[in-house]
């Protein structure tokens, strides 16, 4: 076999077939494929598609290129969770010890912020002492014993996937529906879980702007998970603003703290019964999503899942005494008003540059090597619809530099659009997408 034909194979519109994907991601992991090579197919992919056949057969190659973790020593139905990114989304932090105090084991493996979102091992790292680095031992054992692990990706977990996904961001080859499901599922499937429930964001701060799009990725995806004998389901929700109030790491442990007290916003609330739901009919815990939530709903209400929040945070290394103390979080210097020249109602926030502006106060990486400011971010108090007064507060701001502030505040204003007129809001879940289809809201 020669990648010579195979690029021009793809080029011309035809299917590649398994043992040539196969043969594709060896060579390119083992590097007998160079990038130049790589990268044209990912254009010849990019223009002419792939077949559902053909995106499974990727995923399993990506997914078998590195290791492909074993958890049937953990007792239970395992589900895992994952967001296809957005800015303010702390869902992870209420979501685990939600459906982990109903027995359920939680297994997670989650990343560090990218671009423009925030990462779920980022934001851990506001719990001094709290490490992500877990033996898969030790992965196994906590989840075991408390029901809920949190780990980040180890390197060996699908490397195709990571060498790839470096090429398309510096080739332009990024926003593909095929790719963007086989490189997220392929971490998915290797990462061991039995269901998988995808939480699919459209809107100005996600992947997928267009809701169609979102769909599309989100049934792509359900395809790869269901074809696999793994359960998945997707829900499809909105990221035209961002989820919550906060923004920044230290910022959104603390609100997913208030929301595992009951004292959370209605939104953030909201997508985590959704997403726990699945997980919980899923694990065999409950015969419908209905029924699950009142389950769900009784952990936030009995404490169970704030006691269990606090049991991960301790086994995990962490000082769990920040959690009833949150004072004790990495906290800013200063904290100020932001508000806007203009008064009237939201009609749009560009959501992306929300994410930028944080990343401008050194709330996320401008480069892979950049040391983040766990205490920088923004709380955001207007949100589309709302009526804002002259000189009424749309935002508070916490930094830690004066020169950042002022830069990263003029990019946040400027994200926001207001109308004279009041404005409707539209749906924030907009669909479920299981193995008989999709169900628009
Ligand atoms: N997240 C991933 O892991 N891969 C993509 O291609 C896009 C988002």
Known sequence: MRMYDLIEKKKLGHDLNEEEIHYIIDGFTNETIPDYQMSALLMAIYFQGMSDKETLALTMAMAKSGDMLDLSDIKGIKVDKHSTGGVGDKTSLILAPMVAALGIPVAKMSGRGLGHTGGTIDKLDSFKGLSTKLTKEQFIENVNTIK?????????????????????????????????ASSIMSKKIASGSDGIVLDVKTGSGAFMKEEEDAFKLALEMVNIGNGLGRETIAVVSDMNQPLGKSIGNSLEVIEAIQTLKGEGPKDLLDICLQLGSYMVVIAGKAKTPEEAVILLLETIENKSAYNKFKQFIEAQGGDSSYVDEIDKLPKASIVEKVTLSETGYIKAIDTEELGFATMMLGGGRETKDSQIDLAVGYIVEKKIGDYVAEGEAIALIHGNDRDKIEASKKRFISAFKLSPEPIISTKFIKGIVTKNGINRF
């Open 148 to 180: 809920m692990a949190i780990a980040g990706q180890t390197a060996n977990l699908a490397p195709a996937d990571k060498k790839i996904y470096a090429l398309r961001d510096v080739t332009a080859t990024v926003d593909n529906i095929s790719l963007i």
